[in-house]
């Protein structure tokens, strides 16, 4: 008589996706959970926060932490991003160091493996953006960075182009210790929704302003509720830090602040699942960067 088999044990655990700025770590981190909650941009440095993107499998959850990507500070939000990035490596179960293939090695990587040095957590090199390189310099590619570290796992992938994502997230499964699931199957991120949606509107904001406005914006989400007609209403302010930003973000004849408000509220709504009346205000608020208060009122902090 067959015995029944025995049910495998439920794995969880973190995960920190480090690497320097523009490597694709905010499209690696969507590609993943299959939804968008990082935003995107050509921009170095648009992610400012650790994102917490879930996914979730039968016998398994992975909580994602996407961090800043770590560069030379030049003020307190810069400091704050690089020591979130850094210490995001003790609390984590493993940490993927993504590089860009197309580029390959150089001083900024190896900063960050020297930081990887530092810690016992288990490191996979993952080489994004190989849909960009000719496959016979991978091998030469990975050598050198052998060199460096000793890496848990070498994985090449394009998290643009979604190959070998599933193959990353099987060999991660690996390094996971038995746990239990910490979110709902259908929850894809620990953020308020106010956050992603205050995030949703400053990538649409870095698209239209491209060089100009580089990174002197913020978005607060300052109303956000139900109407009685079932549309959600959304008021955002977004804070730029001179006057001369403001009429950039607004445009001519406010056609930018327009612009910007009708491609958010598409990605918001498709967040939401429901119909959206989204309203936008630009403050200035001169060097908040600089502000202890003002980053504390935002959601960035120094502790």
Known sequence: MNQPSKKEPFRSGFVAIIGRP???????????????IAIMSDKPQTTRNKIH???????????????????????????????????TLGEVDAALFLID??????????????????????????????????PEALLPLITEYKDLHDFAEIVPISALQGN????????????????????????????PEQFVVAELIREKILHMTRE????????????MKVQENGVVYIGAVI???RDSQKGIVIGKQG??????????????????GSRTFLELWVKVKKDWRNQDRMLKDLGFRND
């Not at 490597?23 to 968008?36: D, F």
């Not at 056609?255 to 939401?272: H, M, P, T, Y």
């Open 239 to 241: 804070f730029v830090e």
């Open 164 to 191: 070998n994502i599933s193959t990353l997230l099987q060999t991660l499964t690996k390094y996971l210790p038995e746990g239990p699931q910490y979110y709902p199957a259908d929850q894809v991120t620990d953020h």
């Open 101 to 134: 293939a197309a580029e390959g090695l150089g001083g900024g990587d190896r900063f960050i493996i020297e930081q990887l040095k530092k810690v016992k957590t288990p490191v996979f090199l993952v080489m994004n953006k190989i849909d960009k390189i000719q």
């Open 212 to 223: 100009e406005v580089p990174h002197s914006i913020a978005v607060a989400i300052e109303d």
């Open 255 to 272: 056609a930018v602040l327009k612009e910007v408000g009708k491609q958010a509220r598409k990605d918001i709504e498709l967040l939401l």
């Open 22 to 36: 523009n490597v694709g770590k905010s499209t690696l981190i969507n590609e993943m959970i299959g939804q968008k």
């Open 53 to 87: 993107g879930v996914y979730t499998a039968d016998n398994y959850q992975i909580v994602f932490l996407d961090t800043p990507g770590i560069h030379k500070p030049q003020h307190k939000l810069g400091d704050f991003m690089n020591k979130s990035a850094v210490g």
